[in-house]
């Protein structure tokens, strides 16, 4: 039986080794309950929006992380945008102004849904400003982030017309980078952040992982991926590791009752089983390593601590959503979220002032005949 209660049950924390890592500089309460903390000089504050899987269940929204700097800028960066991690991501109360820089770890259909709700739904809510997006380049160009953030455009015209004349659409644009499949670089280095991407194994060249550098601390966010050296040597020292971690086959097969031979091609071949992630925390050694991307179900749970506790001593998380890191020279703190299920767009600052361009469309012709003149029958 295990001694963790996630949340989807009732539990209020993280499912964590060690809630606290070092010697905080602040006292914190148990529980992060959003708009009540400032961000500190030099401080990172890293939250799950989506710690599932192309299954989406309404306790697990598909793969998303929130990075917050505590800079002059407040700077905001999401790796991955998995369906669902929007509505976590609202409940936190960071503005939505703010979501401007998106980092793409690979182009899964899990990791990227909700790029489209950003650049269409969110517009409607107030976000003014285009967006920048980070992703992997490919041997083949039609499967890079180019590729993909220009068909997106397109897929969203209606959308976008739609809006015109009545919305300010100057946040429906995005510009992509795409960053080497092939090789480490610094890619960002902005305001004091510098963000550097590596490749990773994952079913086609394209798949990358992150690193965040603020202020002397540093996050580390591997996408989806075998056990690769070049995360590795990415990672070495890093102050938070979210590495993905999958199931163990055999757990993995009963739970999605798949054949055992295709969960194990599944796991081994293009994923991280604990036993596997607990050698890259071995020889990455970070503060706190935090297994991403796993199933969080009860009665399913154990094995992935087992695993991974064979082969690792250090500090350790299975994250969920709404699991927060909070990540200062002190310390790292991991707690849970408790947000409000209703929360409405919180806004902040812009570069663009809010314009609405063009003029309202002229209602097609055959609407006169169609359309139900409900205020005057309620008069």
């Excluded at 945008?81 to 409940?91: D, E, I, R, Y």
């Excluded at 401007?100 to 990791?111: G, I």
């Excluded at 079913?203 to 002397?216: E, H, Q």
């Excluded at 998380?317 to 409000?340: K, M």
Aim: aromatic residues 8%; charged residues 15%; proline residues 6%.
């Amino acid at each position: 039986m295990s001694v963790f209660t996630p949340a989807y049950l009732g539990g209020v924390h993280a499912l964590t080794s060690d809630p606290v890592v070092g010697t905080p500089e602040l006292d914190r309460a148990d529980i992060y309950t959003p708009g009540t903390e400032e961000l500190t000089e030099g401080e990172i504050r890293v939250s799950i929006l989506g710690s599932g899987l192309p299954w989406v269940t309404k306790s697990q929204a598909a793969g998303s992380v929130l990075v917050e700097v505590g800079n002059v800028q407040r700077d905001v960066f999401v790796l991955d945008l998995g369906a669902g991690s929007l509505a976590n991501f609202s409940g936190l109360r960071v503005p939505v102004t703010s979501l401007k820089n998106v980092f793409l770890s690979h182009l899964h259909a899990d990791h990227v849904a909700d790029y489209l709700t950003l650049m269409g739904s969110y517009v409607k809510a107030g976000r003014l400003d285009p967006v920048e997006v980070w992703g992997g380049g490919s041997d083949d160009p039609a499967l890079g982030l180019a590729e993909f953030v220009a068909s997106i455009e397109k897929a969203l015209a209606w959308d976008l017309e739609s809006m015109r004349g009545s919305v300010a659409t100057s946040g429906a644009s995005a510009t992509a980078y795409e960053v080497p499949y092939d090789r480490t670089e610094v890619i960002y280095e902005r305001n004091g952040v510098t963000i550097t991407s590596f490749p990773v194994i994952h079913i086609l060249n394209g798949a990358v992982g992150y690193r965040v550098d603020y202020a002397g601390q540093s996050v580390v966010f591997s996408g989806d991926t075998r056990p690769t050296m070049t995360l590795v040597e990415a990672a070495r020292g890093c102050d938070l590791l979210i590495h993905e971690t999958f199931l163990p086959p055999e757990t993995f097969a009963e739970l999605m009752s798949f054949p055992l031979e295709k969960a194990i091609f599944v796991v081994n071949e293009a994923h991280t089983p604990p036993d596997a992630a607990a050698i890259v925390f071995g020889m990455v050694e970070p503060r706190m390593a935090a297994m991403w991307h796993c199933h969080v179900v009860e009665g399913y749970m154990d094995p992935v601590f087992e695993g991974v506790r064979a082969g690792y001593s250090g500090p350790v998380t299975l994250c969920q959503d709404l699991t927060v890191f909070n990540v200062t020279p002190g310390a790292v703190v991991t707690r849970q979220a408790a947000i409000s299920l209703v929360q409405q767009a919180t806004i902040g600052p812009s570069e663009n002032e809010y314009t609405v361009d063009g003029e309202p469309h002229p209602n097609p012709g055959w609407w006169a005949d169609a359309t139900i003149d409900w205020q005057s029958m309620l008069a």
